[in-house]
């Protein structure tokens, strides 16, 4: 393989993914940093600091001694100006399973230009996978279509990926309408098994349009922010927000309806439902602390990619900023 992929090459378009462009997101992922690094420091170290607390090199705090402590914590310092024992802290290092939550349901299968949102849900997921493996990280993910949930159990593997990316390109075959249908999975059911798979101290990446990321996900997403942490990448098209100025021909497959330009009150009403759905996701991820990054798939995908992930940043994770259009 060549030292640098083209740009061309990582230029994700149509309406299916393919295994060969998503393979080669390994030469973007590159750029990316998921987390805060560190020096390792020996081959069974984590890649980066928990919140976890235990016998790590990074102090964390003082205090009292506790039965049980390791003795060889006491801080004597602290002890003979108290004189009351105390004990050191330090902040554990640990490794991070990744697990790629992604939702490949009919609705994602819908563009308006450039790429179908599931193309680029497929891009962002190969992308992030490739990054946490380059950072020796154990990557996993459940692939989430209508009626089934593909799971890929986290290993610190290229095997770990490639399976991902084939489930992925085959799931996102089966997909041909952008309407579900009836007995469809919600994004709940994904959640929920989200806390099976997870260990805790996992990372957890959503990626899906989020259009049923409602109350009804509360729960799920309250248990899961308790042990591990869940990052939320919603991936939208204009086109959901906000309807063209030049009138439209819709149709279902079955049924077919012209929707004129000039109806103003049909354009409002849409835009202010849109505008409803979407900040019902914000609020409910800022209840739960969850960092909410949004794409827009009808935008070239690496370079959102590096505005949020790049290298240059100090800490991805931390990032909530929304990519450069």
Not at 26 to 54: I, N, V
Not at 75 to 85: E, I, L, S
Not at 158 to 172: F, K
Request: with cysteine; hydrophobic share 35%; aromatic share 6%.
């Amino acid at each position: 393989m060549p030292a640098e992929a083209p740009q061309t090459e990582l230029d994700l378009r149509g309406a299916y993914p393919e295994v060969t462009p998503l393979v080669q997101m390994r030469y973007a992922a590159r750029q990316l940093q998921l987390f805060k690094p560190r020096l390792a420091r020996s081959d069974q170290a984590g890649s980066l600091l928990t919140r976890y607390r235990g016998r790590g090199m990074n102090f964390e705090e003082v205090r009292d001694y506790q039965a049980g402590d390791d003795v060889r914590s006491i801080d004597w310092r602290v002890t003979a100006r108290t004189g009351k024992t105390h004990t050191k802290l330090y902040q554990e290092e640990r490794e991070r399973p990744v697990v790629i939550l992604l939702d490949l349901r009919s609705p994602m299968f819908f563009g308006s230009s450039r790429a179908f949102k599931s193309v680029a849900a497929s891009g962002i997921a190969a992308a992030l996978a490739w990054a946490g493996l380059q950072h020796s990280d154990r990557i996993g993910a459940l692939l989430f279509s209508d009626r089934e949930i593909d799971t890929v159990r986290p290993r610190r593997s290229h095997h770990a990926v490639l399976s991902m990316i084939h489930s992925t390109v085959a799931r996102a075959a089966a997909l041909n309408s952008p309407i579900p249908e009836q007995g469809c999975q919600s994004l709940k059911t994904l959640l929920e098994e989200a806390r099976r798979i997870a260990r805790p101290g996992s990372a957890l990446f959503l990626i899906s349009d989020c259009h049923d990321l409602n109350s009804s996900c509360s729960q799920p997403l309250y248990l899961l922010s308790r042990h591990a942490d869940l990052q939320v990448i919603r991936v939208s098209d204009p086109l959901e927000q906000q309807l063209p100025s030049q009138s439209l021909t819709i149709s279902d497959g079955r049924q077919r309806t012209f929707l004129h330009a000039g109806n103003r009150p049909v354009h409002e009403h849409f835009a202010e439902k849109q505008a409803q759905a979407r900040t019902e996701v914000e609020q409910l991820c800022r209840r739960y602390r969850l960092p909410l990054l949004d794409f827009d798939n009808t935008q070239p995908l690496v370079p959102a990619l590096m505005s949020v992930y790049g290298s240059r940043q100090k800490n991805g994770w931390q990032n909530t900023r929304k990519p450069q259009k």
